[in-house]
């Protein structure tokens, strides 16, 4: 066994405090005294969680900006930047979901960089061509860093990799550099009650689908492993328990704090494979929520996959950390899935059959469609899996 584990640039994990509290602590610990928050709509909108916030900031409170929609559009991204750059800002606060998280992860090259109008942003993506070769731009330190308050259990503010749609190709696309992963993380159980039940459920499947695919990684190591099986355990026991009852801390908690480990794996470098990929483009391309392209195509990726007996063998940890030894891992995870009233279907989604060759097409040129542990053979493998899951 070889290989290496990947660390970022992000300082500390602070949970089980309130989020307010710990974002004004964080900021003086970190000398800002322009402190920016981007929240999501609802959270803006519909709760007093971001005024409290500013509130608790008292005089390094710089302004705020909501309302990055879901794949975190180019142009809303630009925007959001702007307001911030006019604003002085010398850090972001994200509260809220992925999308702000990553959004925000764009603004930072957008402050650094400049970028005013969404078309500049052609310089800083990451590139994959049809046949699987990826250039990553060779971008600078950012100088303004973020701090993000995660609503939802996608688990992307782990990372230090940002995604972002371009709406006139409708594809979203990937940013990274080291600096672009928050350099603090707040996990506060109570803000998450006001997220929609549907977003939080169906983003913890999100996070079992990095455990999913990390386990079964042909770069998979005991280290990742540790953390993905352990986090399945959480995940497992945690979103049926919020579901029962949203009142439950503990369990929203334990919730987040399994999308945390999920996480170790894609942060250390250990590539996710088909599920990932296609669900990148279903959301790009189709607009379906991230959440539910991984309840839609993590059972199928599953079976497909372990058509390949020598993948089958990885899948038996999964069905295990489920309680479900014996089970297929697909059948194991499409079970868990209908259980949390979540859809298991592309049709369930909106997603039609007439729009399978585009969707094809697209996954071709996501780096992660070729590292699937069973190699995928170009678009007619890609639509036998958007069959399986239709």
Not at 323 to 349: C, H, I, N, S, W
Request: hydrophobic share 40%.
């Amino acid at each position: 066994m070889q290989g290496a584990i990947r660390f970022t640039e992000m300082e500390q994990v602070v949970f089980g405090r309130p989020a307010a509290e710990a974002v004004a602590k964080e900021a003086a610990r970190l000398n800002k005294s322009r402190v920016f928050i981007i929240a999501g709509r609802t959270m803006n909108d519909t709760t007093d969680e971001v005024d409290r916030m500013a509130d608790a900031l008292g005089s390094a409170y710089a302004g705020r900006h909501a309302g990055i929609p879901p794949h975190s559009p180019r142009d809303a991204v630009v925007e959001a930047a702007n307001a911030a750059r006019e604003a002085g800002a010398d850090l972001l606060v994200t509260f809220g979901g992925g999308s702000v998280t990553d959004g925000t992860k764009v603004i930072q090259i957008c402050l650094e960089y400049g970028v005013t109008d969404m078309s500049q942003l052609d310089d800083y993506c990451i590139q994959t061509s049809e046949d699987g070769r990826t250039v990553i731009p060779d971008l600078r330190l950012v100088g303004v860093r973020q701090i993000s308050v995660p609503t939802t259990l996608s688990g992307g503010e782990f990372n230090p990799l940002g995604g972002c749609t371009d709406p006139v190709k409708k594809v979203k696309q990937g940013y990274r550099h080291p600096s672009l992963v928050p350099v603090s993380v707040i996990l506060d159980a109570a803000p998450t009650r006001h997220t929609p039940e549907w977003v939080f459920l169906s983003t913890g499947i999100r996070a079992v689908d990095h455990c999913v695919e990390a386990i079964c990684s042909p770069q998979a190591n005991p280290y990742c492993d540790a953390d993905a099986l352990h986090a399945i355990r959480l995940l497992s026991s945690g979103l049926p328990r919020v579901k029962a009852d949203p009142a439950d801390m503990d369990a929203r908690l334990d919730c987040l704090l399994g999308a945390w480990m999920a996480m170790t794996a894609v942060i250390a470098g250990v590539p996710m494979g088909a599920s990932h990929a296609i669900g990148h483009i279903l959301g790009g391309t189709c607009d379906v929520p991230h959440g539910y392209t991984s309840c839609i195509m993590m059972p199928a990726v599953l079976r497909w996959n372990a058509e390949m007996p020598e993948h089958a063998e990885r899948q038996k940890i999964v069905a295990e950390a489920f309680g479900r030894p014996g089970m297929a891992a697909g059948d194991a995870v499409r079970e868990f899935v209908a259980g949390l009233g979540l859809p298991g279907t592309l049709g369930k989604a909106g997603v039609g059959q007439d729009q399978f060759d585009l969707i094809a097409r697209n996954s071709l040129h996501d780096r992660w469609l070729h590292t699937n542990p069973r190699k995928v053979n170009g678009v007619e493998d890609v639509l036998t899996l958007l069959r399986m899951a239709s």
